[in-house]
């Protein structure tokens, strides 16, 4: 029997479509079917198709949904628990002894649920994650309708963890999320010291033969890039180019702040993605990432929330916001443009990923996965540059409507998928039961 296909329009929006030439479509119509957008165009009066389902998105603009690049949605019910401390402290006295205790599947399954209804109110429709219990944040994504990566943590600082080991583990993980259609599984060694030299190897080997992405964190903050010339007289990223690990695509890096000069060349050459995570690097006292070098040298460089234990939201257009000014206050004015800002939230986020072919524009044979942001609030007025205006005007909560692969997550700020009292509900009684625990 022929599968019935499934219609959907958009009308009656201001399509910035973020493709090569940056067009921009008044009154557009985008007619998606199934998983994918089969047309879009601009009408000379907004009016609504008939015959099949259509929102109105007249008063808003409508662009690719956003993509954040480095996140830890597991840890959703640590929001705001520990601010005022850097970095290496946060983790080791507070985050750590949490997880330790806190850190099993129903956590990492109602922080997902938790997060992934935030991130789709604020315009995300995409989303690189690294924590533990992977297998749970996927089944809270698929729930959910949103495009993840998930990302299983692999964290072996005393070197414990044998290769072996590392490999049955993730091929159960692999079996466990082969059923969800929209998450990509991953592998997510920690970091230069959070995982010993010998299972470096392992990680691209196993990459390379289940060709999955590998996610890390790099060069986070001085210390980290101290400790590896100590060990090794190489930093981080020229540790990672000896074990061969730029060669292998998609690999994505996230902060990348303390670099060299070589460092910079390095990440370019090999056009590696980087998330760069400005709120989380301010808030936990690191430095700024030279992203302007970066983008210049080659790096597909994204944008990432961090988790909310250390932003403490999953806004990305706060994010660009943020990125933005920091990149004129390091480089000058114009060397980082809003427009710059809302390509790295969507087509250059879905380079990073080695999947601008799929998604990351508005373009006929992409996945739908379509936003539209109101411009109707008194922020919002008047309105001249609609990237300026994203980027420093709107907010997450001006984001109206939300299709992920032609199924509505959103529509008029009402979630669809997710149950979004119950999620609430949960979350309070989780948090009472956490800060009830702190000495
Ligand atoms: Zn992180």
């Given at each position: ?86 970095l ?67 964290i ?35 970091s ?67 670099l ?73 004015i114009?060397?980082l ?6 390509r ?14 799929k ?26 540059n ?54």
């Amino acid at each position: 029997m022929k599968k019935r296909s499934n219609r959907l329009f958009l009308w009656g929006g201001t399509a910035l479509t973020m493709d090569s030439k940056g067009t921009v479509l008044e009154n557009a119509l985008i007619e998606i079917e199934n998983e994918q957008i089969i047309s879009i165009k601009s009408q000379k009066k907004a009016s609504k198709p008939e015959g099949a389902k259509a929102i109105d998105c007249r008063g808003c603009l409508v662009c690719p949904g956003f993509v954040n690049g480095h996140t830890h949605t597991g840890m959703t019910l640590l929001r705001g628990i520990a601010d005022d401390l850097p970095l290496q402290r946060w983790l080791t006295e507070v985050i750590f002894p949490l997880e330790k205790r806190w850190g099993k599947p129903d956590f990492v399954y109602l922080g997902t649920l938790l997060a992934c209804a935030e991130m789709i109110r604020s315009g995300t429709t995409f989303f690189n994650d690294m924590y533990y219990f992977e297998e749970f944040a996927a089944k809270a994504v698929d729930e959910s309708g949103m495009r993840a990566i998930c990302g299983q943590t692999i964290i072996d600082i005393s070197g414990v963890e044998k290769a072996s080991d590392i490999v049955e583990k993730f091929d159960a993980f692999l079996e466990a999320v082969s059923g969800y259609s929209r998450v990509i599984p991953a592998i997510a060694p920690h970091s230069i010291y959070g995982v010993s030299d010998k299972v470096w190897p392992e990680v691209i080997s196993f990459a390379s033969r289940h060709k999955i992405p590998i996610h890390i964190h790099l060069a986070e903050e001085q210390g980290e890039v101290d400790d590896c010339l100590k060990r090794y007289k190489k930093t981080p990223t020229e540790m990672f180019d000896r074990y061969g690990l730029w060669d292998y695509q998609p690999v994505i890096a996230a902060h990348a702040v303390v670099l060299t000069e070589n460092d910079i060349q390095i990440l370019g050459k090999h056009k590696v993605g980087i998330a760069h995570n400005p709120e989380s690097n301010l808030k936990l006292g690191t430095k700024i990432a030279p992203v302007v070098e970066l983008r210049k040298a080659g790096a597909n460089v994204c944008l990432g929330t961090d988790s909310v234990a250390s932003n403490n939201n999953l806004d990305l257009l706060q994010e660009a916001d943020t990125a933005a000014k920091l990149q004129i206050f390091r480089k000058g004015i114009g060397e980082l443009t809003a427009y710059d800002a809302v390509r790295m939230l969507t087509i250059e986020g879905a380079a990073a990923f080695g999947l601008a072919d799929k998604t990351g524009s508005l373009e006929v044979g992409k996945w739908a996965d379509v936003i539209a942001v109101s411009v109707e609030a008194p922020h919002a007025q008047p309105l001249y540059n609609p990237y300026s205006h994203l980027v420093y005007s709107a907010g997450g909560a001006d984001v109206k409507h939300s299709v992920v692969g032609g199924k509505v997550l959103m529509e008029n700020r009402i979630l669809k998928t997710l149950d979004l009292d119950s999620i609430l509900k949960e979350a309070k009684r989780w948090g009472k039961k956490i800060f009830d625990s702190i000495d």
